[in-house]
């Protein structure tokens, strides 16, 4: 496919990082030379140094040929504008990030009388991440696959679980729960498991259910398997106005702390359902008067990434309240991965995560499979959705005789509106939606998960 990508900070460099290896004929625009260059040379693609609103700038990158147009810009209006262009200059989808609230309740009207194809909002897609995130206190990611039938969740397995020395193939028996264990993180080791496997504490495990099987493994496991009621919330940012309107819908009650007195009063304004306090949340007393001890959930929101996690270092000393940290850099990942500061959650990679997956959803329509893709545990791992094709060589054969590659798992199937979690004796038929993980990178088909020859 023909892509450009207007705007390489965070997103639209990890943009172009996970989808330069995919065969497709990429084109980024910027104004910063020094960023166009560095991606043009590592990442093998066209670099055009300029204003992505500018006719002329988009024509030298491709547009009138282009498939996809992705504006990701600091600036919403800029963004609007490259799409607007794009699309009176070619046939190409469009893609906008437009991150303003004022925008938020205009979005629809937008797009559909500017024929965006899709708006994207990284603080609101970061909102309905933490949303989710609620549901389950005890995962650490929660994703969906199979139309939302099928998730996929991230756990690690504290002292004294019950899951401690337990071998996978004895988890149904044992819990009599539906789920499958299909990667575990053991220190600096990744391993895609057998049934013969057996859990340690500390191991991080990746598993796929159902979401009311997941609910059940959870309360069988002794964890907290509801979603929280109350919130503790420090940061008046983006992400906590979207999120507190949606935990003012579900009737999750919420208390907003901020330090700057006019974003206080504005936020009490726009969010009346909210608790908004006005308060340095860095102040640990502060905390504790508000209710730390007591709330079901710290959410560290702040637009520092220091202060975030600083703020959870501290708060998982005193509670064992469900934790969620907003990391904006996604090199830090690494240097903080050891601290076990709950959830992290970072903005703009799951809106460039979402960005991917629409590229391979239209991708599919032209001979792709790959319906939706996610990273494990720091993309050492990615969990595949394939959409099964008529004359695929998977079809029909029974799981267990399929010459399948190493580190595969074979985990979901989704077949007329239901998702279930495969035995050996179960076929793949065509139609079906099928979750794989696996270790190995560059699947670009289903066929792929067989072995050659």
Request: glycine share 8%.
């Given at each position: 496919m023909n892509i450009v990508i207007?705007?390489?900070?965070?997103?639209?460099?990890?943009?172009?990082?996970?989808?330069?290896?995919?065969?497709?004929?990429?084109s980024i625009i910027d104004e910063k030379a020094e960023i166009v260059q560095e991606l043009a040379e590592t990442c093998d693609v066209l670099g055009v140094?300029?204003?992505?609103?500018?006719?002329?700038?988009?024509?030298?990158?491709?547009?009138?040929?282009?498939?996809?147009?992705?504006?990701?810009?600091?600036?919403?209006?800029?963004?609007?504008?490259?799409?607007?262009?794009?699309?009176?200059?070619?046939?190409?989808?469009?893609?906008?990030r437009v991150r303003n609230p004022v925008y938020y309740d205009e979005i629809k009207f937008i797009q559909e009388e500017m024929g965006i194809s899709r708006v994207l909002n990284p603080e609101l897609g970061a909102a309905y991440?933490?949303?989710?995130?609620?549901?389950?206190?005890?995962?650490?990611?929660?994703?969906?696959?199979?139309k939302g039938r099928m998730e996929l969740l991230k756990y690690r397995i504290p002292a004294g679980s019950r899951l401690d020395g337990l071998n996978l193939s004895e988890i149904s028996v044992h819990l009599n729960c539906d789920v499958l264990v299909?990667?575990?993180?053991?220190?600096?080791?990744?391993?895609?498991?057998?049934?013969?496997?057996?859990?340690?504490?500390?191991?991080?495990?990746?598993?796929v259910a159902r979401p009311n099987d997941a609910m059940e493994f959870f309360r069988k496991?002794?964890?907290?398997?509801?979603?929280?009621?109350?919130?503790?919330?420090?940061?008046?940012?983006?992400?906590?106005?979207?999120?507190?309107?949606?935990?003012?819908?579900?009737?999750?009650?919420?208390?907003?702390i901020d330090k700057r007195l006019e974003r206080c009063e504005e936020l009490s304004d726009q969010l009346p359902k909210t608790m908004v306090i006005h308060g340095n949340g860095m102040d640990h007393n502060l905390l504790l008067e508000e209710g730390l001890l007591d709330t079901d959930a710290f959410l560290a929101l702040t637009n520092h990434d220091e202060e975030n996690i600083f703020l959870s270092l501290y708060v998982q000393e005193q509670t064992d309240a469900k934790l969620v940290?907003?990391?904006q850099k996604i090199n830090y990942d690494a240097m903080i991965s050891r601290l076990e500061l709950g959830s992290m959650i970072y903005p703009e990679y799951i809106t460039a995560q979402y960005l991917v997956q629409y590229v391979r959803a239209k991708q599919n329509s032209i001979g792709s499979n790959i319906k939706n893709l996610y990273k494990l545990m720091d993309g050492r791992a990615e969990a595949l959705e394939f959409h099964i094709q008529k004359g695929s060589p998977v079809i029909g054969i029974p799981i267990q005789n399929l010459p399948i590659i190493k580190n595969l798992l074979i985990c979901s199937i989704y077949r007329d509106g239901r998702a279930k979690i495969p035995n050996g004796q179960d076929v793949i038929l065509e139609n079906d939606l099928v979750v794989v993980v696996t270790t190995k990178k560059g699947l670009h088909d289903v066929k792929d998960i067989l072995r050659k020859g």
């Open positions: 207007v705007g390489c900070g965070r997103i639209g460099s990890t943009l172009v990082q996970e989808l330069s290896g995919e065969n497709h004929d990429i140094i300029g204003n992505g609103a500018s006719y002329s700038i988009l024509s030298e990158a491709g547009v009138e040929d282009a498939d996809i147009v992705i504006a990701v810009t600091n600036s919403d209006e800029l963004n609007l504008l490259c799409c607007l262009i794009a699309k009176k200059a070619g046939k190409c989808q469009t893609l906008a991440e933490i949303a989710r995130l609620l549901r389950f206190p005890s995962a650490m990611e929660v994703n969906k696959f199979s299909c990667a575990v993180e053991r220190k600096k080791e990744l391993i895609i498991p057998t049934g013969t496997f057996e859990l340690r504490e500390r191991d991080v495990i990746s598993f496991i002794g964890e907290k398997e509801n979603q929280v009621h109350d919130v503790m919330i420090v940061g008046g940012s983006k992400i906590a106005f979207y999120l507190c309107k949606q935990l003012a819908s579900s009737g999750i009650h919420a208390k907003l940290t907003k990391v």
